[in-house]
C-alpha cells in the first residue's frame, strides 16, 4: 500500500523516528554541559610538622693551678669571675720593666663557632697588657716582644689592631691563651708594695662557619 504522493508508510516512518532521536540527542547535550559547571572541584592537602633547634653561643675560662681546673663559664646568665692566679706568686718581685705572663684557656661549649676577643681591660697605670694566643712554644715573657705591651684602661675597640683570641673556634674546641703584664719602666717609687687588680674582659662572637 502507498500513500497518495507514492512513498511507503514505513519509510515515512523510518524518517519520524530518525528525527525524534537526533533531537534526544541534541537535548541530552545541552543538559550535561550545564551540570558540569556547576561540579564541585575535589581537593587534598597534607601537613608535615619539624622540629627546629636554635645554636647555643656559650664559652667558658679555664685555668689550672696546682693540677686543679678552674672555670668560669660565659653565657647569657652572669657568670663567676675567674681569679687569675698565674700572677699571684710571681708578680710579688716585679721591678720596673719586668713581665710576668700566664696562660688561661677558652673553650667552646656552645654549638656554634666563636670569634674570641679581649674588649676591656682594667688596671692601674703603672701596668701594661698584653694577650695573644698560645702557641707551640708555650706562654712566657718571651712569647712577647715589648711593642705588644699596651697601656689599656678601659675598653678595646673591636675594630682595633689586637687580633682575636680564637677567629674560628669550634664548637667543643679549646685555645690556649697567654696573658702577660709588664711593670712600666717608668714606675715610681712610690709604685713599691702595692696590690693592684687586674681585670680582662672577653666576648665571644657567633661567625658563620666558611
Given at each position: 500500500m502507498t ?33 558540569a559547571g ?169 661567625i658563620r662557619?666558611?
Amino acid at each position: 500500500m502507498t500513500s497518495r504522493h507514492g512513498h511507503s508508510p514505513s519509510r515515512r516512518l523510518v524518517s519520524i523516528v530518525l528525527f525524534a532521536a537526533l533531537g534526544l540527542v541534541i537535548v541530552a547535550c545541552v543538559a550535561f554541559s550545564t551540570v558540569a559547571g556547576s561540579l564541585a572541584r575535589w581537593n587534598a592537602s597534607e601537613t608535615g610538622t619539624g622540629k627546629l633547634q636554635l645554636g647555643v653561643l656559650s664559652f667558658q675560662i679555664k685555668e689550672t693551678v696546682n693540677g686543679k681546673v678552674l672555670v668560669s663559664e660565659m653565657n647569657d646568665e652572669p657568670a663567676p669571675e675567674l681569679k687569675i692566679t698565674g700572677f699571684d706568686a710571681r708578680s710579688s718581685k716585679m721591678l720596673p720593666g719586668d713581665i710576668v705572663a700566664t696562660s688561661v684557656t677558652v673553650q667552646n661549649t656552645g654549638t656554634v663557632p666563636l670569634s674570641v676577643r679581649v674588649t676591656d681591660a682594667v688596671f692601674s697605670a703603672p701596668f701594661k697588657v698584653a694577650f695573644a694566643p698560645e702557641g707551640g712554644d708555650g706562654c712566657s715573657a718571651e712569647t712577647f716582644s715589648l711593642k705588644d705591651f699596651r697601656s689599656h684602661n678601659g675598653p678595646i675597640a673591636l675594630d682595633s689592631s689586637i687580633p682575636p683570641l680564637a677567629s674560628a673556634l669550634p664548637s667543643g674546641k679549646e685555645q690556649p691563651v697567654c696573658v702577660a703584664i709588664m711593670l712600666s719602666e717608668s714606675s715610681a717609687n712610690t709604685d713599691q708594695g702595692k696590690s693592684e687588680r687586674l681585670q680582662l674582659t672577653l666576648r665571644a662572637d657567633q661567625i658563620r662557619p666558611s
